[in-house]
């Protein structure tokens, strides 16, 4: 019987794990464990790349890393609310550890908690046999619940190579927007009447560019747009939403509104900053179920007042402004096309984040 399980299973946490490429040791300690239906409300595997496509909302760019995992502790921590756990957590666990083939780079584990109060991150390197290194992963585990859950277990951090941790703690307002308890906050001062959404991940020049471009265009003072809840995925965690935050000078609304009907609804009569390819999105039936369902949502946001500043950007293949397109009428009288003289950036936050060869 194992102490360091009971000693969860009489606590008041309840939780979902995620754990591919390594851990399930955990999971077979926790089951075995009287009191476990108390305390693991759900436990998966998901071993292929489409199983854990499908836990995160799509195929990360390493599956192996500090966001992935933290994405399957918030998607963890989401299904454990959805369950019912009233002090809720979700543990996410993606490792990369000895096997019967060559691997590339090093033996190493990912782990993510998310709680409603913070989310704790922690790497550690591992060497040896596959049975060593999962020894070592599982109690690593259990270090890392420990000073999660503030179990006050006596365990310690398992010797390894390397052990990195860290733990962000949720500003009232960030849990405020998990918790679905408010819709929006702004950083700063700000009337919402001219907003730039995306995730911007990460910033860069082109995005500044385009809200001073839009200032200037429509007369109003701009705010950038970070929506925490996006369709499918996961929310984004209290590292992520402090990361991304830590980029911008001007005034961020962070809101809960991952469409642009819902952001149109919380700010009727706003301005929104989109490229050509978001705006060829909006059109899309397939993103509103059919036909008549976006044709009803464009009718709402021109009832709405919501306009549009639309800027060039490449698409297959060629760089297309507002001109280039076909639209409804009713959404082509609200929109404002920017120039390709005017503006002309090729770069995007996808190729930035691509690992460099």
């Avoid at 839009?214 to 925490?228: C, D, K």
Wanted: with cysteine; net charge negative.
């Amino acid at each position: 019987m194992s102490q360091r399980a009971l000693t969860l299973h009489h606590s008041p946490w309840q939780g979902v794990l995620y754990v591919t490429g390594g851990g399930t040791e955990l999971l077979s300690e926790l089951l075995t464990t009287p009191g476990a239906s108390r305390t693991v409300l759900e436990a998966f595997v998901p071993y292929t790349p489409e199983s854990l496509a499908e836990r995160i909302g799509g195929t990360p760019d390493q599956a192996c890393s500090a966001s992935t995992a933290r994405a399957l502790a918030m998607a963890a921590f989401q299904r454990a609310r959805l369950l019912g756990g009233e002090s809720a957590f979700g543990l996410g666990c993606t490792a990369s550890l000895a096997t019967d083939r060559e691997k590339k780079g090093a033996h190493r584990a990912h782990v993510s908690i998310q709680t409603i109060a913070t989310t704790y991150n922690a790497e550690i390197l591992l060497e040896g046999d596959r049975a060593a290194e999962e020894d070592t992963l599982v109690a690593f585990l259990w270090h890392a619940l420990d000073q999660a859950l503030g179990l006050e277990m006596d365990v310690s951090a398992p010797e390894a190579p390397r052990v990195d941790t860290d733990r962000t703690h949720a500003q009232a307002h960030w849990r405020a927007l998990i918790l679905g308890e408010t819709q929006a906050v702004a950083s700063a001062h700000h009337d919402g009447g001219l907003l730039f959404p995306g995730a911007f991940n990460p910033l860069h020049h082109a995005h500044a560019r385009m809200l001073e471009i839009a200032e200037q265009r429509t007369g109003l003072s701009g705010a950038f747009e970070l929506s925490i809840v996006n369709v499918d995925k996961p929310l984004l965690d209290y590292t992520e939403i402090e990361a991304r935050l830590s980029q911008f000078s001007a005034p961020v609304w962070l809101t809960r509104l991952p469409t642009f009907l819902e952001k149109a609804r919380h700010f009727p009569g706003a301005h929104f900053v989109l490229g050509i390819d978001t705006l060829l999105r909006l059109v899309e039936p397939r993103y509103y179920g059919t036909t008549a369902d976006r044709d009803r949502a464009l009718e709402e946001l021109h009832a709405l007042g919501s306009r549009f500043v639309v800027f060039g950007r490449e698409h297959h293949g060629a760089f297309r402004v507002l001109e280039d397109i076909t639209l409804p009428a009713p959404l082509r009288s609200r929109c404002i096309g920017v120039r390709q003289a005017d503006f002309h950036e090729p770069i995007s936050s996808s190729d930035l984040r691509k690992p460099t060869p």
